[in-house]
């Protein structure tokens, strides 16, 4: 009788395993959410469940995107908007969601010796408006003038930015002060996002939000579960390889700073978008910092304050982070790699 128990069970064993439906894999891509191009990758059992999730990511990641603009106000919703057209008028009340943004770009702030500031708007706002005439007439391209710069630059102190969490607001102290989260929001999201796929028992997605790229575990492969492969934009754009390099993650984030993108031409040479806080101009270090670690806000802080790190100083700041690797590429295209870092190159495109 035993053994004809132990036959039946291995019998449905052999049965269920034989017929476990495998789960099939999806790509959906949307515009519109922080201005950029979001592509998810994930595997569902069928369509229906996988494009019902794209539409609760889409859901979250424009909530985020409302939430963290500068330039555009929603009904119904406080933003940072919200919070600059009150500088020095009153506190605002906000969404936890934003409040928990704010308190994790404080604490970069301090992490970074104010490599990573989100109080510095009124300094990036100049920026941006000169970028955006020399894009648009680059015959008639400027610098900023320095004495703008300095003026605004009197208005970045992270002191002025009072958070209250138990009344749920945000309050510039400083008028003339203004909150620009460019270097943090878009990380931030997606992390959020991922969290909550997490929550709902996803085991195996990519979010990439613009470039920040978060994976939710592996994927499925024919030796069981494989890591995702991912490839880093080469910055250098007169080359045909278009990738760097490949990293294989599993339940990582990827992300990249680059000087290759968003940028304006004066008198033959390139401004990129990425500001230094203690010379007001635009970091020259390097061509690219690409940085991975589980959490994808931490590792869209950290690109942009690596980014503007010399190289000794960015390499010894990244060694002293635990689970954080970064890859730097040099203006003449010279790659340097921090301890961790090609642990995650897929070997055929190790450099």
């Given at each position: 009788m035993k053994r004809l128990i132990i036959f039946l069970l291995v019998v449905l064993l052999l049965v269920t395993s034989g017929c476990a439906k495998k789960k099939t894999r999806y790509q959906a891509e949307f515009l519109g959410v922080f201005d950029t191009v979001t592509t998810i990758v994930g595997y569902s059992d069928n369509k229906e469940e996988f494009t019902a999730r794209v539409g609760r990511i889409k859901d979250k990641l424009t909530e985020y995107h409302r939430l963290y603009d500068i330039y555009h106000s929603y009904k119904g919703v406080n933003n940072i908007k919200t919070i600059n057209d009150n500088a020095g008028i009153a506190p605002v009340k906000v969404n936890k969601e934003l409040i928990s943004l704010l308190l994790f770009a404080k604490k970069q702030y301090y992490a970074t010796d104010g490599k990573t500031n989100i109080a510095l708007g009124s300094v990036l706002r100049i920026w941006h408006d000169y970028r955006e005439k020399g894009i648009s007439d680059p015959f008639s391209a400027e610098l900023p003038p320095r004495k703008l710069l300095e003026q605004a630059a009197r208005h970045t102190n992270i002191e002025d930015l009072i958070i209250d969490t138990k009344a749920s607001t945000v309050y510039l102290s400083d008028p003339g002060m203004s909150l620009d989260v460019g270097a943090v929001a878009k990380g931030h999201a997606t992390e959020r996002t991922a969290q909550y796929l997490e929550g709902e028992g996803v085991s195996s997605f990519v979010l990439d939000v613009g470039g920040n790229v978060r994976a939710i575990g592996g994927k499925p492969g024919q030796n069981g579960i494989e890591p995702w492969n991912i490839g880093i934009k080469n910055p250098d754009k007169e080359t045909k390889d278009t990738e760097l390099c490949n990293v294989l993650i599993s339940g990582y984030s990827v992300v990249s700073s680059g000087s290759y993108e968003r940028y304006y031409t004066v008198n033959?040479?390139?401004?990129?978008?990425?500001?230094?806080?203690?010379?007001?101009?635009?970091?020259?270090?390097?061509?690219?910092?690409?940085?991975?670690?589980?959490?994808?806000?931490?590792?869209?802080?950290?690109?942009?304050?690596?980014?503007?790190?010399?190289?000794?100083?960015?390499?010894?700041?990244?060694?002293?982070?635990?689970?954080?690797?970064?890859?730097?590429?040099?203006?003449?295209?010279?790659?340097?790699?921090?301890?961790?870092?090609?642990?995650?190159?897929?070997?055929?495109?190790?450099?």
């Open positions: 033959g040479i390139r401004y990129n978008h990425i500001i230094d806080p203690s010379t007001l101009m635009p970091a020259t270090h390097f061509a690219d910092v690409t940085i991975i670690c589980h959490d994808s806000g931490l590792a869209d802080a950290l690109s942009t304050a690596v980014f503007i790190m010399p190289l000794e100083m960015g390499k010894k700041y990244v060694g002293g982070l635990n689970g954080v690797a970064a890859m730097w590429v040099m203006g003449n295209g010279e790659v340097v790699y921090s301890k961790g870092f090609k642990s995650f190159l897929k070997v055929d495109n190790e450099k």
